[in-house]
């Protein structure tokens, strides 16, 4: 079947043999390989019984006899959840522009909410930038933005303040924007972005990102006037775009990551309206996997992201996981 063809309905028909059979092209395209030594050519054993949850054919390694299916290791690994359901939310967050929130996938796919939240989590964690890693060139936007603490329940910056009279602390003099978490982004024109969840914005903790995010010496770097971008030029070409004189000065602008910013926004507070913090980066991960795909079908982009559902089983055990309801 031709990739660019695909289509969303065709996903939510195929069985959970066709879903696997199209899973292990995509995860295996030479051929199925043991996830735990790599050897090629395993066995292939078929489950005389058959059982609702059991996979009827499974491989066994030759060299490490281990029993393996496609979906150990990847982000399907001890879900019940047929696999042309996942395939179904997977399409949906790759085709949509502003994201699809856990209340959309709990309706379209009828799985329980906790469910909907739990695929949603684990398809942006595959979504996050696994590839090799590139550093970005040619014209390149930074900026940063501060996102969310409108309303953070229980803990404004004024609850804050109260709490700490309550408690009999000196309230310290807290900026609003303390309660916002910063978002660092690098946004290479015409090309990919970048997007980092930052402690503070000082010169040490950008120049440090940058330095690593950048091929330095073909690199013309665009930023306004912040004062943590003061050093930078002693590493790369730097020009400035100075927001309280101009906006625009001939091609000095950073038009390109505020509009990746207002991108990002529209679709956290449209679509999730709260994001909690510890998930930030997460979300960020799955803006970031659609613009940097943005030049690509929808198709396409689903059947890229298929590439890399599995991970080393680094990320299953470090990343902040949403309790799993079937565990
Ligand atoms: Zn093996």
Redesign the pocket.
Known sequence: MSTSKLAYQTVLRWTDDQCREYLEHQRWPNGAA?P????VNPYVLERKTKSKNKVQKLYK??????QFTATIGTIFEDSHIPLNKWFAAIFTMCASKKGVSAHQLHRMLGVTYKSAWFMAHRIREAMRDKGIFVPLSGTVEADETYIGGKSRGHFTWKERIQDEIKMGIRPKPHHPRMDKAVVFGILERKGKVRTITVPQVNAETLGTILRKNLDLPNTRLITDGNKAYKHIKHHVRHDVIDHEETYVSGDIHTQGIENYWSLLKRGLYGIFQHVDRKYLPQYLSEFQYRFNNRKVTDAERFASLMTQTQGRLDWYCQTNQAENPYA
Do not use: I, P, V
Request: aromatic letters at 0%; one cysteine or more; charged letters at 35%.
């Open positions: 043991c735990k030594c790599g050897t390694c030759r060299a490490c006899r281990k």
